[in-house]
């Protein structure tokens, strides 16, 4: 069975980093990966040096089988399967090719293929075909989250309000109660002072006793 979607990136890019490890510096391949919804296009590009008869473009996984053939001045070779869905810019040396009208079946490594005095691999592109429905549906909960945010801002703001008013209150009561406190505490100090002094005051005789 062909590993979930979410999981097939992963092993993709694992196996493309190997691919690289092992490809030549002679060929060189842009980009290293993409991912694209149903429908779409990518273009990669082939870039080599020295002396070159032409230019393979081969899907190596998960089935291998070869896209495109380029030699400069021919008709290039294309494979049944992308015939329409092709497009060229550049020469052999520097080749870009485009694919479109992909599908979820186009999923896979792609990788140059230089005709040297060897057949010289670059390292490969992966590529990801994701589901149209789920585009869709991540576009459409992207707007509902994009015209829900006044509302939960608005809320946000309210409840905030709300909030900084609550504590006003509460900072309020404590105080006048912190006054009240201090209040009766001064009351009581000047009862107990008086009393004191009332205890250690002299007694003056009653001159008219």
Request: a neutral charge.
């Amino acid at each position: 069975m062909a590993p979930e979607l979410p999981w097939l990136p992963v092993h993709l890019i694992l196996a493309c980093i190997l691919l690289r490890a092992l490809a030549t510096q002679e060929v060189r391949q842009f980009p290293p990966y993409t991912i694209v919804p149903e429908g779409g296009s990518i273009s990669i590009t082939c870039s080599t040096s020295g002396p070159l008869s032409g230019v393979f473009l081969r899907q190596r996984w998960p089935k291998p089988t070869g896209v495109i053939y380029y030699e400069d001045k021919k008709p290039p070779t294309v494979d049944e399967r992308f015939r329409g869905r092709v497009a060229f810019s550049g020469l052999q040396h520097n080749l870009t090719i485009t694919l479109s009208h992909l599908q979820m079946s186009d999923t896979g490594a792609y990788a140059c293929q230089a005709v040297m005095d060897d057949m010289v691999w670059g390292p490969d592109t992966l590529v990801v075909v994701t589901d149209k429905v789920s585009q869709e549906a991540d576009t459409c909960q992207k707007s509902q989250l994009i015209s829900a945010f006044p509302v939960v801002l608005a809320m946000s703001c309210f409840f905030l309000g709300l909030g900084i008013g609550a504590v006003c209150v509460l900072k309020k009561t404590q105080v006048k109660r912190l006054c009240c406190v201090e209040d009766k505490n001064s009351a009581c100090i000047v009862y107990e002072d008086m009393s004191y002094k009332g205890q250690n005051r002299m007694s003056t005789p009653n001159e008219y006793q």
